[in-house]
């Protein structure tokens, strides 16, 4: 991917992996597990700051699946929803602050930023979805989804998984590119243009900031919110 | 831009390996440090309040039935206090009577033996004063006869009289 400077890349197992996504993720990664590992600890029936902020963080996405997906389903997927959720987050306002450009290549960035890891989730969300609905409603019952209401439609389905794999994926990676690119460009003119502008561009910078921040959350949010609803629309049998 | 990685460069597998392993490594990761722990938590504390208000219930009827059962009680001991006085008053009033009873009966007896002794004791003192008087009556008569006795004949009775007294002392 080339989009918003050159990467880094080198080949393990015939595989080409970009040096600038595998940081980002694994410091995504690490940053929400030493997150949730800082406010899970001493866990008591009386809650503390910590055990609250945890608590209302887990409450907030099991309310988010349990507002589409109904019944037993839910509970298995309260993990699932909470882990996209805190990495989405983390992962969207990293770019924020944390943006590590050496001699014009990307090391260091949100990695949502990036179109692959956004598919990529998108394509794991959609996974999850056929095999939550093969495993709740059967083969048969599944696969005769795709059929419902008559069977020409199954072009219209067909087409609709696609789009939403698109959709969910490029949305996400649209929001928070966009983003960090306008940043990257409030910064360039900021350096280019002096110390007049260097002042202009301050504030500038920091609006678009909080914006980030904003959009980050809200689309970590419509993320989780849309894959869920993905998911229970494959585990119900269709009218 | 996505058909452009697709078309134009190369499409990074290994990115998409990566993100994957990563994110379900980073979720069992949180399963295990937070997810299990915190879930556990929270159906503990929800089982302990669905306690909490089960028990309260319980407690609270628990606690109204207890206080029936006083009421009831207490309305028993009442009774029971009630009975218990009258038939103390009953017993005193029949325990007063029986005393004035026995205190009349008493003194009636009482008066009837003193009655008696009285009357044994006027007859002892009319016997006496009988006896006396016929003492009396004799001494008086002997004293006029013997007035009239001679000078000889008085000293004899005098001295068998003072014989008499010698004997008597």
């Given at each position: 991917m080339t989009i918003g400077g050159s990467t880094s890349t080198f080949n393990f197992l015939g595989l080409t992996f970009n040096l600038g996504n595998i940081i980002s993720v694994t410091i995504a990664c690490v940053i929400v597990l030493a997150l949730v590992f800082a406010l899970s600890r001493h866990l008591t029936m009386k809650p503390g700051k910590a055990q609250n902020v945890l608590e209302y963080a887990v409450d907030f996405t099991n309310g988010i699946v349990n507002s589409s997906v109904s019944g037993e389903a839910a509970k298995s997927l309260g993990l699932w929803g909470f882990s996209l959720f805190m990495f989405l987050l983390v992962a969207n306002l990293q770019g924020l602050?944390?943006?590590?450009?050496?001699?014009?290549?990307?090391?260091v960035k949100s990695p949502t930023s990036d179109p692959v890891v956004t598919m990529t989730l998108s394509l794991m969300t959609l996974t999850l979805a056929q095999f939550l609905g093969i495993r709740t409603l059967g083969y048969k019952g599944h696969f005769e989804n795709y059929l419902k209401p008559f069977w020409p439609f199954i072009i219209v389905n067909l087409f609709e998984e696609f789009t939403n794999f698109l959709t969910l994926g490029l949305r996400l990676f649209g929001n928070i590119l966009s983003?960090?690119?306008?940043?990257?460009m409030i910064t360039s003119m900021a350096m280019n243009g002096?110390?007049?502008?260097?002042i202009a561009a301050f504030p500038l910078e920091l609006a678009w900031q909080g914006f980030s921040v904003f959009i980050g959350c809200i689309q970590a949010y419509v993320f989780v919110v849309l894959s869920s609803v993905y998911i229970s629309r494959k585990i119900e049998l269709e009218d | 831009?996505?058909?452009?990685?697709v078309v134009g460069a190369q499409l990074y597998v290994g990115d998409m390996i990566f993100v994957m392993i990563a994110f379900i490594v980073l979720m069992w990761l949180i399963k295990l440090v937070a997810w299990k722990p915190i879930t556990k938590m929270m159906q503990n504390r929800s089982d302990k309040i669905a306690n909490d208000i089960d028990s309260a219930k319980d407690s609270r009827t628990k606690a109204a039935e207890l206080a029936q059962q006083r009421q009831v009680e207490l309305d028993k001991t009442r009774e029971d206090a009630s009975g218990i006085i009258n038939t103390a008053k009953q017993n005193g009033q029949q325990q007063?009577?029986?005393i004035v009873e026995d205190a009349r009966n008493e003194a009636s007896n009482l008066k009837s033996s003193a009655?008696?002794?009285?009357?044994q004791q006027r007859q002892e003192a009319l016997a006496n004063s009988r006896k006396d008087v016929a003492s009396l009556s004799i001494e008086i008569a002997s004293k006029i006869i013997s007035k009239q006795l001679n000078e000889d004949d008085q000293k004899g009775l005098v001295d068998s009289y003072i014989e008499g007294l010698g004997k008597q002392k």
């Open positions: 602050f944390l943006h590590v450009d050496i001699s014009g290549i990307t090391f983003g960090e690119m306008l940043l990257s002096g110390p007049k502008m260097w | 831009m996505f058909s452009y990685s007063r009577d029986q009655e008696k002794d009285i009357e």
